[in-house]
């Protein structure tokens, strides 16, 4: 569909925070044809970067500054040491495909032995439960998303780690790719079939939705809620549809102000600089270095070994495309987490 002038002064007012400066600006925004192309054109522009860099971080260091004030006025009363009456907060770990997060939730059961876990893969989503049934619980960890970690009742701390994004869909790819034929069969595990059976640009292409869920933006949608992708800029919720879909710019604003909401936010890489900090926002001892599981030397009765996939300019430049938001998510957040 061809691009309005209407459509020019949307993309300059959403990405660069005014109008097209004159005619000039109007012709080139025509020129691109698609409202997709100049939303990319206009990403990769210095204009947007400099107002991403001075607007954007400052707005979000507001927010978490302001919430973490916040936070202080309320648990300020709680600064005395514990009674055997009180009752520590929740902990509730948003799990991110390929984030350190099997080593984070052996260290939870290490550290919480006999307390009861809500685990996503036994009990489902938070979100599809009542408080009644989440209330016994101490600790709930799993891949749910922000709308799950939000519904389990208080007091609770919230966190979750976030990646480098192209390291992420590629470690996503070599995972599932080295699982075992016969456990794919017997699981019925899609999109580790499509990722054994395909190379990596096919994979990083493919339209199957649960591989493109698990690809595209898919930190930023988790962040967001109960979001997926439906094209290539435009997400929604399973009760939305098409109807109700929102672009990538108005989904990136909702993960930002979600990203506030959580108590700790951290990193693959860097993690273990971070752990004691974590550990202590948890409530929780800090016992040492954190041990690395599920990585790509791992080989058990699940997954077998497999050659390491060459990463082609093709590939790369599709890494790029799958991971636009979530790059200038976890830019924006590690402003905080530096």
């Given at each position: 569909m061809t691009i309005t002038r209407d459509e020019v002064e949307l993309a300059y007012r959403l990405l660069l925070g005014r109008m097209?400066?004159?005619?000039?600006?109007?012709?080139?925004?025509l020129s691109a044809g698609t409202l997709e192309t100049l939303r990319r054109w206009l990403m990769n522009s210095p204009e947007f970067a400099r107002t991403l860099q001075r607007e954007t971080p400052t707005t979000l260091r507001r927010w978490m500054l302001a919430e973490q004030r916040q936070r202080n006025r309320v648990e300020a009363p709680q600064a005395a040491p514990e009674t055997a009456g009180d009752t520590p907060p929740?902990?509730?770990?948003?799990?991110?495909?390929?984030?350190?997060?099997?080593?984070l939730r052996t260290r939870l059961e290490e550290l919480l032995p006999g307390e009861p876990f809500w685990r996503f893969e036994e009990k489902g989503r938070p979100g599809d439960a009542t408080v009644a049934d989440l209330a016994p619980h101490r600790c709930f960890m799993g891949h749910f998303n922000f709308a799950d970690a939000w519904h389990v009742p208080g007091p609770k701390r919230i966190f979750t780690v976030l990646r480098e994004p192209r390291a992420r869909v590629l470690s996503l790819y070599h995972f599932l790719a080295r699982h075992r034929a016969e456990v794919i069969t017997e699981k019925q595990l899609r999109a580790a079939a499509i990722a054994r059976e395909h190379s990596l640009l096919d994979f990083l292409r493919h339209p199957d939705a649960e591989v493109r869920a698990s690809l595209q933006n898919h930190m930023t949608c988790v962040l967001a809620g109960d979001y997926r992708p439906i094209g290539a800029n435009?997400?929604?919720?399973?009760?939305?549809?098409?109807?109700?879909?929102?672009?990538?710019?108005?989904l990136l604003r909702i993960?930002?102000?979600?990203?506030?909401?959580?108590?700790?936010?951290?990193?693959?890489?860097?993690?273990?600089?971070d752990r004691p900090r974590l550990m202590a926002a948890l409530g929780l001892p800090d016992t040492g270095p954190i041990a690395r599981e599920n990585t790509r030397e791992l080989v058990n009765a699940v997954v077998e070994p497999r050659p390491e996939t060459e990463v082609t300019p093709e590939a790369q430049a599709e890494l790029m495309r799958l991971t636009e938001l979530d790059r200038m998510l976890v830019r924006l957040a590690n402003i905080d987490i530096r």
């Open positions: 097209p400066e004159n005619e000039a600006a109007y012709e080139y925004g929740r902990i509730v770990f948003l799990h991110i495909m390929k984030t350190a997060g099997t080593s435009l997400y929604t919720t399973p009760w939305g549809g098409r109807r109700g879909a929102i672009g990538g710019t108005a993960a930002l102000e979600n990203l506030r909401r959580i108590d700790f936010v951290t990193s693959v890489e860097r993690l273990e600089h």
